[in-house]
């Protein structure tokens, strides 16, 4: 898997905002395939940046209804990524 095979996209919630903020913690949602040591490697190479420590938790499916019928949503992985002091990811350049 290449990196851009493993990060899928930034979460951005109020909770991860505060993290961001306060922790220099950022949440991406993964592949669900992917361990802490992709995450770190996928990370550092996407955005040049030191990663301290990474927390990863998978998200089940849920059954959920439409009318008549029922589904299930995909199994999904989170990544709560830490980075070291002074390093920083920018989602918004030149918005």
Do not use: Q
């Amino acid at each position: 898997m290449t990196a851009y095979d493993i990060i899928r996209k930034p979460l951005i919630t109020e909770k991860s905002e505060l993290l961001r903020r306060e922790e220099n913690r950022y949440t991406f949602e993964v592949n669900p395939k992917a361990n802490k040591l992709e995450v770190r490697k996928a990370v550092e190479k996407l955005f040049n940046v030191k990663v301290e420590s990474v927390n990863t938790l998978r998200i089940k499916p849920k059954v959920k209804k439409h009318r008549m019928s029922l589904y299930k949503t995909p199994l999904r992985k989170k990544a709560i990524v830490k980075l070291k002091a002074g390093d920083s990811i920018t989602y918004y350049e030149g918005v």
